[in-house]
T-cell receptor, first 114, second 112 residues
């Protein structure tokens, strides 16, 4: 069985601060994919990033960066220089390489104050 | 190109009624999945369809059913609605071999 844990329920920061969201996962698969999605109040889940289990290189995309550590089963996500528009619920998700089903964490609500 | 589109966006139903939710995938995507998201929780997988065949089912009662049409659009049906069915229902699509799953804006269902 797959499981995704997001221990942080809510994070509140002041604009321009960095925000790091934690994600820990469990899976028996050797090949899998990890995702971060953003959900604004409108409800749509917006795809942010994807990481393959066989590629542990960490990257930066604009103000987003991620830290994937297979040894600790963690996939943390950082927003640099946060903005009010970053306020949303952020979900970490996991899927097996041969299955389209996504397993989601409970989400972390990020509030960025002006 | 249009993203995943869902209808209706909001609806209110009475306990015991039936509801049909509709989804059109991104053009070229042949796989459609449905998720239920109860307030304050992460989305839970309900169904996945590919080429009009059910390829996966989550832990939901038989009151939930779905189908996919030749144009790859999909319907989710829920019978004998319960108060606990109140949720955001999300549709997602992906293409064969694709690794990323894209979601629509969802249908907000309230059962009273």
């Amino acid at each position: 069985a797959q499981k995704v844990t997001q221990a942080q329920t809510e994070i509140s920061v002041v604009e321009k601060e960095d925000v790091t969201l934690d994600c820990v996962y469990e899976t028996r698969d050797t090949t899998y994919y990890l995702f971060w999605y953003k959900q604004p109040p409108s409800g749509e889940l917006v795809f942010l990033i994807r990481r393959n289990s066989f590629d542990e290189q960490n990257e930066i995309s604009g103000r987003y960066s991620w830290n994937f550590q297979k040894s600790t089963s963690s996939f943390n996500f950082t927003i640099t220089a946060s903005q009010v528009v970053d306020s949303a619920v952020y979900f970490c998700a996991l899927r097996s390489w041969d299955d389209y089903k996504l397993s989601f964490g409970a989400g972390t609500t990020v509030t960025v104050r002006a | 190109d249009a993203g995943v589109t869902q209808s209706p966006t909001h609806l209110i139903k009475t306990r015991g009624q039936h509801v049909t939710l509709r989804c059109s995938p991104i053009s070229g995507h042949k796989s459609v999945s449905w998720y239920q998201q109860v307030l304050g929780q992460g989305p839970q997988f309900i169904f996945q369809y590919y080429e009009k065949e059910e390829r996966g089912r989550g832990n939901f009662p038989d009151r939930f059913s779905a189908r996919q049409f030749p144009n790859y659009s999909s319907e989710l049906n829920v019978n004998a609605l319960l108060l606990g069915d109140s949720a955001l229902y999300l549709c997602a699509s992906t293409y064969r071999g694709g690794n990323t799953i894209y979601f629509g804006e969802g249908s907000w269902l309230t059962v009273v």
